[in-house]
């Protein structure tokens, strides 16, 4: 089916050590899975590579001095979420950012 196409894990992934990405995913090397046929040729001034494939394709990256949670990975974590421990952390840890950003919009300004 295309569920499991989409969630079939089909290479490697290395993470930087001590890397946020690699805490969430409690390791430097996991896997993945692949729909894309595209990747990134060349980072911006901001984005810093934290993961890659074996075949050295740019899989993960974070925004250099970011106020929150500002990361990008190529695969697809929310397609199996409910079975991968991995893809289940990082969209917690997501959601969470998302939540603390939401609470921080809604707290009243100080006053001037």
Not at 9 to 30: C, F, M, N, Q, Y
Not at 73 to 87: A, F, G, K, L
Request: charged share 25%; aromatic share 8%; no cysteine.
């Amino acid at each position: 089916t295309s569920l499991t196409i989409r969630t079939a894990k089909a290479h490697g992934v290395r993470l930087v050590p001590g890397s946020l990405l690699a805490d969430i995913a409690g390791g430097t090397d996991i896997p993945v899975n692949s729909l894309h046929n595209q990747g990134v040729a060349r980072l911006a001034p901001r984005l810093v590579a934290e993961g890659w494939a074996p075949d050295g394709t740019v899989e993960a990256v974070r925004v250099r001095d970011a106020i929150g949670f500002a990361y990008g990975v190529q695969w697809h974590p929310e397609y199996d979420w409910e079975r991968d421990d991995i893809s289940r952390r990082l969209l917690e840890r997501f959601g969470l950012a998302a939540e603390s950003w939401a609470a921080r919009r809604r707290m009243p300004q100080a006053a001037e």
